[in-house]
């Protein structure tokens, strides 16, 4: 059933060194998915897991290569040889990272390679739901456009002159806040070492949106006692994960039409809350902030390189530790 491959004895082509003969021992590598992109046929034999977690004990297995998956405790006592855990994404919150490390299990993420996929869709939600996209095509589309255009049911609002507050201000917030700056936007930020408290940056952002990891720190970041401190129109974009939110609370204050938002994650996906799917000033996206074809194949270059320097024995380049 277990497919071993002995990488060592192949001649292999990657980075452009030809001919190079990688010398490592046989290793079983086991995936909950394929990925996407060249650098999936760079990776030696992969055996693809029928079920996650396994039905039984997959012994010999020293690498897995996972998304979104749990992995933690229960699931890596049915790994009991595992030594690398190399992760599809930049959020690595399904994965518990100290049982893997009291295992001598190493952890690896694809940082640095989405960041822009992640601003766009960023944008493209903020535009979404500031100019409401959304319900102004299915007005057209269910024939209710009758009147001229002078003449609006409902306008939206300008992003330009309009205060963008970012909570977390690493590379994707970044990203985001240059892409913010050229529609015209000023934009604020919150983040650990610094920038605004985050209560006063939501009750001056018009747009806020969340760039931080899902850690116990940032769980319930933005609580039922916090987003009333929206103001009224104010527009929430969740392109990061969907528990940093109160999700409940998020959703009643939606119901109530006071504010507007962007969500592209929830707190349990694929399930999206009834109660969201009706109203107008909400747009939902299925987590698509890094589904494009360029940067789904970057994140397998990533993953890939981290698999290889494993099998090499070199410094993993993209190792996680908490
Ligand atoms: C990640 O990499 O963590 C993203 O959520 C994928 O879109």
Request: glycine share 8%; net charge negative; hydrophobic share 45%.
């Amino acid at each position: 059933m277990e497919t071993r491959l002995t990488l060592g004895a192949r001649e292999r082509d990657h980075d452009g060194r030809h001919g190079e003969t990688l010398d490592t021992p046989a290793v079983t590598i086991a995936a909950t998915q394929t990925f996407r992109g060249p650098a999936w046929d760079e990776l030696p034999d992969v055996r693809v897991l029928e079920s996650w977690p396994p039905e039984e004990a997959v012994p010999g297995v020293e690498v897995l290569l996972e998304a979104v998956v749990a992995v933690g405790p229960g699931e890596l006592d049915l790994l009991p040889d595992l030594r690398l855990v190399a992760n599809y994404g930049v959020g690595y919150d399904n994965v518990d990272v100290a049982a893997c490390r009291a295992r001598g299990i190493a952890v690896t993420n694809t940082p640095g390679v989405l960041d822009a996929a992640v601003a766009e869709l960023t944008l493209a939600l903020m535009l979404a739901c500031r100019r409401l996209v959304v319900p102004s095509d299915r007005f057209v589309r269910d024939g209710s456009w009758d009147s001229i255009w002078s003449r609006p049911s409902r306008l939206g609002h300008d992003l330009a002159g309009s205060t963008l507050g970012l909570v977390g201000f690493g590379r994707i917030g970044q990203e985001v806040a240059k892409r913010a700056e050229a529609f015209g936007m000023q934009v604020i930020f919150n983040r650990r070492t610094g920038g605004l408290p985050l209560d006063e940056l939501l009750r001056t952002a018009d747009v806020v949106s969340l760039h931080v990891p899902l850690t116990p720190e940032t769980h319930g970041l933005i609580s039922r006692e916090q987003l009333p401190l929206l103001q009224d129109g104010a527009t929430l974009i969740n392109t990061a994960r969907g528990a940093i939110v109160d999700e409940d609370a998020l959703v009643d204050e939606l119901v109530s039409g006071r504010i507007s938002a962007g969500l592209d994650v929830f707190a349990d996906e694929p399930h999206v809350p009834e109660r969201l799917l009706d109203l107008p000033n909400v747009v939902l996206t299925p987590h698509i902030a890094s589904a494009t074809v360029e940067t789904r194949a970057a994140m397998t270059r990533v993953l890939a390189d981290n698999v290889l320097a494993f099998l090499r024995g070199e410094r993993l380049p993209n190792e996680v530790f908490g």
